[in-house]
Every structure is written in C-alpha cells, then in structure tokens.
C-alpha cells in the first residue's frame, strides 16, 4: 500500500469495527455521529384531541349485552374513580339494554364514554334506531322521570309486579332513581340519544 493510501486510511472513520477488547471503547459509528450532530429542538407536540374514552357500536342484538356490559364495566373501575364507576355501571347496564332490545335491527347501536366537564367524572351516551312507537313511549317515560324520578320508579314498579303491557321500562327509571342520575333526551329523526353525566 502506498504512504498516500496509507494516510488517507488513517483518516477514515471506521467507528463501526470492534475496537480493542474494552467494551467501554466500542461504538457504533451511529452514536459517533449523533454525537458529532448539532442538537435539534423537538417540535411542541399540539394539543391532543378530544376523544372518547370509549366507543362501542354493535347491532341491536340482546344477547350481546352481558358480555359487552362485562368488559365496560371493568373498563370504567380501570379508568375511572370508584364513586364515578359504581354510578355510571348502573347507567351503562340499563341504558345499553334497552338500545339492544328496543332499537330497529337496521341500524347501529352505539355506547360511548366520554371525560365529565373540565375533566371530571363521566358523559355516558348511548344512541339507537327506534319506530314512532317506541320513541313517544321513550319520551313519556323520559319526561315521568324528570319530574318525578321516585314516582316513575314507584309506578314502573306497580306496572312490573302487574305483568302489565307493554312491559314496563324500568331501566330508564332505574338510572335516575337509584343512581340519581339526570337523563338528557335527543331525537334527530328515527336516532334517538339518551345521555347522562356522572360528576366525581
């Protein structure tokens, strides 16, 4: 090899060969240049966005309600404080049972869960398909509890050990009554929402 050869070898950076048999002198030629490269300021990370803790859409099909109500009632004592959930589950069960067995097969059923106001406690919502029927009874039964949730209860109560028909809704009543729980009503259409808020 030629002395010029030589000394243009002398001045290549093999950083990614073994060097010696001292592991604390061996590196990469990776890490050589990071070290060697000018520090670049991280780009602020924008703001994130608000999303729901959890959204579950499923056809209305009864018999997906015990094991879903399983899973989202974990899901709340995970991710919420233990007064929130214990409240929210009885809103979750009841009005998630009545989307599956009361919401027109052709469409989506949909439960979301959502950060209360400022962050605290929890906004549960759950949307279905529903006939003129069932919406003018949802509505009546909705506007009983409003007013009245003990009375509602009381008299979903006399309906039930009645066998009365249709059969009564007590899960609505149910969700107020027990959990103290206000019920916002929306109807766009055949789309009805029922929402709730659960302050910690």
Not at 41 to 65: H, N, R, T, V, W
Not at 74 to 90: D, I, K, T
Not at 157 to 171: H, I
Request: hydrophobic share 40%; charged share 20%.
């Amino acid at each position: 090899m030629s002395l010029k050869n030589r000394a243009r070898d002398k001045n290549l950076d093999f950083g990614d060969a073994a060097t010696a048999s001292d592991p604390a002198r061996r590196a990469s030629g990776v890490q050589k240049r990071a070290q060697r490269a000018p520090s670049v300021p991280m780009m602020q990370a924008s703001a994130p966005l608000e999303l729901p803790l959890i959204s579950i859409g499923s056809p209305a099909d009864p018999s997906l309600l015990e094991p879903t109500y399983a899973y989202l009632s974990a899901y709340c004592f995970a991710c919420l404080p233990p007064q929130v959930a214990q409240r929210l589950n009885v809103a979750v069960y009841e009005l998630y049972a009545n989307a599956l067995c009361y919401g027109s097969s052709a469409g989506e059923v949909r439960l979301e869960i959502r950060r209360g106001p400022g962050g605290q406690g929890a906004r549960l919502r759950v949307t279905n398909h529903a006939g003129p029927a069932e919406l003018e009874r949802l509505r009546s039964q909705i506007a009983r509890v409003q007013a009245d949730p003990s009375a509602a209860f009381n008299g979903e109560m006399n309906r039930f050990a009645g066998a009365s028909q249709p059969p009564p809704m007590l899960g609505v009543v149910r969700v107020a009554h027990e959990s103290t729980l206000s019920l916002e009503l929306l109807v766009e259409g055949s789309r009805v929402s029922i929402s709730t808020i659960c302050e910690g």
